[in-house]
């Protein structure tokens, strides 16, 4: 009887995929701003770092401006991102890092990391 109710009490904060809730978390965060940089929509991106509301306006464009030309970047050097894939995370503490594969236009990938930080209940890129 002991051994079935720890079994579904360790059971019942795991889902089918293994992950925590702090990692499906971790990894949604990850994925937004993928997804955002992938849509081009860089202001975004910096309105949910953490304190972006204390940033200057200027600082702000700025941040947004730098993101705009990795992408151009990226588009030219091996065209664009064409898909990803979250490999693992590592979380320590208020600290996280996901590992994503990213696939580009030219048929090339590699692993990237996107480090996070949490802000209250919320990750945010660092």
Same mark, same amino acid.
């Given at each position: /009887?002991? =051994? +079935? /109710?720890? +079994?579904?009490?360790? /059971?019942a904060?795991c889902h *089918?995929?293994?992950l925590s809730?702090?990692?499906r !978390?971790v990894? !949604? +965060? +990850?994925?937004s @701003? %993928?997804?955002?940089? =992938?849509g081009?929509?860089?202001?975004g991106i910096?309105a949910d /770092?953490?304190?972006a509301?204390?940033?200057?306006a200027?600082y &702000?464009?700025q941040?947004?401006e730098?993101?705009a030309?990795h992408?151009? *970047?990226?588009?030219s &050097?091996c065209g664009? @991102?064409t898909g ?6 590592? =979380?320590?503490?208020n600290e996280a890092?996901?590992?994503v594969q @990213?696939?580009f236009g ?5 692993e =990237?990391? %996107?480090?996070?930080? *949490? @802000?209250?209940?919320?990750w945010?890129?660092?």
């Amino acid at each position: /009887m002991l =051994i +079935a /109710m720890l +079994a579904s009490s360790i /059971m019942a904060g795991c889902h *089918r995929d293994g992950l925590s809730d702090e990692q499906r !978390a971790v990894r !949604a +965060a +990850a994925t937004s @701003v %993928i997804e955002r940089f =992938i849509g081009g929509d860089f202001d975004g991106i910096v309105a949910d /770092m953490p304190y972006a509301e204390s940033f200057s306006a200027d600082y &702000r464009r700025q941040l947004s401006e730098l993101l705009a030309e990795h992408r151009s *970047r990226e588009l030219s &050097r091996c065209g664009g @991102v064409t898909g990803y894939v979250v490999r693992g995370d590592t =979380i320590c503490g208020n600290e996280a890092h996901v590992f994503v594969q @990213v696939h580009f236009g030219d048929s090339t990938s590699e692993e =990237i990391s %996107i480090p996070l930080t *949490r @802000v209250g209940d919320e990750w945010k890129l660092r």
